[in-house]
């Protein structure tokens, strides 16, 4: 199969958010889509954004003739996701009494993507083992399809893009879980 002009760009599907559940293993392929499931604490997730921050410091030294030096001190991201709204499983319920969710947000689906299954490409997909939920904004858009629950939130810990890096999942949560900081 001919590949377009830029590269191999798949088309975005979605992925899950899991509430309430430290540390929850999203890694595995039956988390691809959610199929809009309370049992297991995962939601579809629509759309989302993913905001990688790399936070800087002020460190001045004599050596800069007085102009200001930075140095990368700590890595954070932020995200907003849509879950599209479940009447009888309503996506707030579930999120509300969540300190904390874990999130898989896929890039494309790689059974559902013609150009990525000719071009036998493995799933890639960002796993944040554990977020914070700071914002959930229903959203009615008479225009739009469906109702959906518009969720921010911030990190609160790492993000990993799989499998790029899953040895890098796999000592922090051996890490995380030493500690006791996965229960």
Same mark, same amino acid.
């Given at each position: 199969?001919?590949?377009?002009?830029?590269?191999?760009?798949?088309?975005?599907?979605?992925?899950?958010?899991?509430?309430?559940?430290?540390?929850?293993?999203?890694?595995?392929?039956?988390?691809?889509?959610?199929?809009?499931? !309370?049992?297991?604490?995962?939601?579809d997730v629509g759309r989302w954004q993913l905001q990688e921050l790399f936070l800087?410091?002020?460190?001045?030294?004599?050596?800069?003739?007085?102009?200001?030096?930075?140095?990368?001190?700590?890595?954070?991201?932020?995200?907003?996701?849509?879950?599209?709204?479940?009447?009888?499983?309503?996506?707030?319920?579930?999120?509300?009494?969540?300190?904390? !969710?874990?999130?898989?947000?896929?890039?494309?689906?790689?059974?559902?993507?013609?150009?990525?299954?000719?071009?036998?490409?493995?799933?890639?997909?960002?796993?944040?083992?554990?977020? !914070?939920?700071?914002?959930? !904004?229903?959203v009615l858009d008479a225009r739009g399809d469906v109702i959906r629950m518009t969720?921010?939130?911030?990190?609160?810990?790492?993000?990993?893009?799989?499998?790029?890096? &899953?040895?890098?999942?796999?000592?922090?949560?051996?890490?995380?879980? &030493?500690?006791?900081?996965?229960?």
């Open positions: 199969m001919p590949m377009p002009a830029g590269g191999l760009i798949p088309s975005g599907i979605g992925g899950c958010l899991c509430a309430g559940d430290l540390g929850a293993d999203l890694t595995g392929p039956d988390c691809t889509e959610a199929q809009g499931s !309370i049992e297991n604490g995962l939601l800087v410091a002020e460190c001045p030294h004599s050596g800069t003739w007085g102009a200001i030096s930075r140095r990368r001190v700590a890595y954070d991201f932020r995200y907003s996701c849509e879950i599209p709204y479940d009447y009888n499983n309503p996506a707030d319920e579930l999120l509300a009494g969540a300190a904390t !969710i874990a999130l898989r947000l896929n890039l494309a689906d790689v059974t559902q993507e013609p150009l990525l299954a000719a071009n036998d490409a493995d799933q890639r997909f960002y796993v944040a083992p554990s977020c !914070i939920l700071e914002m959930a !904004i229903p969720c921010h939130g911030s990190g609160n810990g790492l993000i990993f893009l799989f499998p790029d890096d &899953q040895e890098s999942y796999k000592s922090y949560m051996h890490y995380m879980n &030493q500690r006791g900081w996965n229960q």
